[in-house]
């Protein structure tokens, strides 16, 4: 299967209880097999980054495009690699996606900011030698990836802060405060439920009370001193905006030249990857209901995995076709969202217009001896639908004649 640049890519599935990581290299065995020639790109992901299987990948003369994953990029080699950006010596590069028509529009909002550098490699392969070759890393910011982390991350601040003030809180039936040492190990534990290790700034004092116990009989007056630990917390500011700033970046790996790809095409042909999880999904959920089965005929088994499959691939190519007419047109899609007949989509799946289909029936009635047919009309949304999948309406209404 090619991408939008014209790159193969090729997806491996794993058993489910052993690791994917060896399981590329097989697979891709069985592509350069059928393909006969090299000069190949396979786009997968954190698990194709493995050291071997790049260099088995160069071995044959072939390229390769995946994030790297914690393991070849850890957290403190990140943190090097991103210290000019921090430090406003490196300025990234704006990163905008072509349309589906391949062109790329300058006044368009940028999807990311990235840039480039080269490190050389050198790991063996399945044969014991030892390829040696340059790759380039593309480290690329996700804009709108790193604003869904920035606002859930804020929103763990703001709650860790709101439970760690609440300690401090004096309520009907709650005991007085703990001392300092006990209300630094409560705020601990919330910030730690929270993972906002610091980005809180918390305040333990101890405060002295002292109040006379007054004489009684035989005892007499006396002073009693008493200590309860008063803690605060607030955000951070500092720390909150490194960290912030930190997020959404990722560093994607390739043996490709600048001039073959470049880091918009990098970026571009990893967002375009064929995910056939997505497929297995539907297979396993609700549109296809593939279950466990009592079926003792292997060829029946089979039968029935190939019915799923044209069942899957209709699934798959009307949302594709649907989707691809919204795009061309720039509209969306309204009254396919149970309870919600205002919300519109640019990217519906099957299985909701399916839903919307719903309630749509073929009677046949037979009165004094004569059939009669007897269709549901179809509403606005539905005929939408129809005419979104290219299903002619008279088509529909020719069911009944």
Request: aromatic fraction near 4%; include cysteine; charged fraction near 20%.
């Amino acid at each position: 299967m090619l991408d939008p640049l014209g790159l193969p890519l090729t997806t491996t599935v794993g058993a489910g209880h052993t690791a994917d990581d060896p399981l590329y290299l097989p697979e891709i065995a069985k592509v350069r097999q059928t393909a006969q020639h090299t000069g190949l790109t396979y786009v997968g992901d954190g698990k194709m980054a493995a050291i071997g299987t790049r260099a088995e990948i160069v071995a044959h003369q072939d390229y390769s495009l995946c994030p790297l994953s914690a393991k070849p990029m850890p957290e403190a080699e990140l943190d090097r690699v991103l210290a000019p950006v921090f430090r406003d010596v490196l300025e990234p590069s704006t990163i905008r996606l072509p349309t589906a028509a391949g062109a790329l529009d300058e006044t368009d909002d940028p999807v990311a900011l990235g840039f480039v550098y080269t490190v050389e490699l050198s790991a063996p392969d399945q044969s014991g030698q030892s390829p040696t070759w340059q790759e380039r890393r593309l480290v690329v910011r996700s804009l709108a990836f790193a604003a869904s982390q920035e606002k859930h991350l804020r929103q763990r601040v703001a709650r860790a802060v709101t439970e760690i003030n609440a300690l401090d809180e004096r309520k009907p039936g709650k005991q007085r405060g703990p001392d300092a040492a006990t209300a630094y190990q409560a705020a601990a534990a919330i910030m730690d439920k929270h993972h906002v290790d610091g980005l809180v700034n918390v305040t333990v004092m101890t405060a002295v009370h002292e109040h006379t116990q007054r004489r009684y009989g035989t005892r007499p007056a006396t002073t009693v001193r008493s200590e309860r630990g008063r803690v605060g917390a607030a955000r951070a500011e500092a720390s909150l905006a490194h960290a912030v700033r930190r997020l959404g970046w990722r560093v994607y790996a390739t043996n490709h030249t600048a001039e073959e790809v470049s880091l918009t095409q990098g970026v571009a042909a990893y967002r375009s990857e064929y995910l056939i999880e997505q497929g297995f999904g539907r297979l396993q959920g609700h549109s296809l209901s593939l279950t466990p089965l009592f079926l003792r005929d292997e060829q029946r088994l089979v039968a029935l995995l190939c019915l799923l499959s044209i069942a899957l691939r209709v699934l798959v190519l009307r949302q594709f076709g649907v989707r691809r007419n919204l795009r061309q047109a720039s509209a969306t899609l309204k009254g396919i969202y149970p309870g919600q007949p205002g919300r519109k989509t640019a990217q519906p799946t099957t299985e909701m217009m399916l839903g919307a289909l719903r309630g749509v029936t073929l009677s046949r009635l037979t009165i004094d001896g004569k059939r009669i047919y007897h269709l549901t009309p179809v509403n606005t949304v539905q005929k939408r639908i129809l005419v979104l999948m290219e299903v002619p309406i008279e088509s529909y209404n020719g069911l009944v004649t």
